[in-house]
């Protein structure tokens, strides 16, 4: 006697979900067990992208979880997104700030630039961008050495009239045919330095600037879509 074709259909679909649900499983069970691995790669690759804009800097803390959202309206006017902190033995030895402007050829540019405790430039990197490729990307690190004429300044150093491209009368550095992008850059990061000067305190002293005498520990979790290359947050 032969099975009825559906009976036989019944049992090939039984079968098929039997193989979908182990395999949803195995997956899963995969995915657990990889998930500390995962989580400790992207608190390495934050870490040493925060780092690589301290320069020689040592310090001891975990500075990727000390990142946070400054809320202040000094941030807001500056661009000033994520603040981390860096400190040796207790002691502040360095801040990271990362600064969005749209005043760039396209869409978003988002800096980190790493400063010493009195507000010295230590290094500056590009975490994402739209410029056109080939003409506004030489922010790029890996492209070009264009950020590395800001090692070394400060608020000040040059004078704010003088925190421009020379296009603009200013000391910086531009790309011809792009100017846009370099004036963008150089904008940024002077308020970025502006913003620094404002809240340099409460900010090393590990408080969130907008608690005005509060206490608020800077021990929230890195930003998870922090240092992918040219993906405009
Ligand atoms: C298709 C296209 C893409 C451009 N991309 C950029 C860019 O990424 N960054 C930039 O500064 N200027 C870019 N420009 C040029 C700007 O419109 C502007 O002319 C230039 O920034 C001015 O710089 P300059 O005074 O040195 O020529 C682009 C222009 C075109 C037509």
Do not use: K
């Not at 975490?127 to 070009?144: C, K, Q, V, Y």
Request: net charge negative; proline share 6%; with cysteine.
């Amino acid at each position: 006697m032969t099975t009825p074709p559906t009976s036989e259909l019944r049992r090939g679909l039984v079968l098929l979900c039997g193989v979908a649900i182990a395999a949803a499983g195995l997956v899963a069970l995969t995915w657990q067990a990889a998930a500390p691995r995962i989580e400790a790669n992207v608190q390495a690759r934050a870490e040493a992208g925060l780092a690589a804009v301290l320069g020689d800097t040592v310090f001891d803390n975990a500075l990727a979880a000390t990142g946070y959202r400054p809320q202040s309206p000094a941030a807001r006017i500056a661009g000033v997104e994520h603040a981390w902190l860096a400190r040796r033995r207790g002691e502040p030895v360095g801040v990271v700030l990362q600064v969005a402007t749209t005043e760039g050829y396209s869409g978003r540019i988002v800096l980190l630039v790493g400063l010493t405790p009195g507000g010295e430039v230590l290094g500056v990197d590009t975490l994402a961008h739209r410029e056109t490729p080939g003409l506004g990307d030489f922010i790029e690190t890996a492209r070009s050495d264009w950020l590395m004429q800001f090692q070394g300044r400060q608020l000040g150093r040059p004078p704010a009239e003088r925190w421009r491209v020379r296009r603009d009368g200013g000391e910086f550095d531009a790309v011809t045919g792009a100017t846009v992008t370099a004036r963008a850059v150089t904008g940024a990061l002077h308020r970025a330095l502006v913003y620094f000067d404002a809240e340099a305190q409460a900010l090393l002293a590990g408080r969130d600037p907008d608690h005005a005498g509060g206490s608020t520990d800077l021990t929230t979790g890195p930003d998870p879509g922090l240092l992918q290359p040219n993906s405009n947050p």
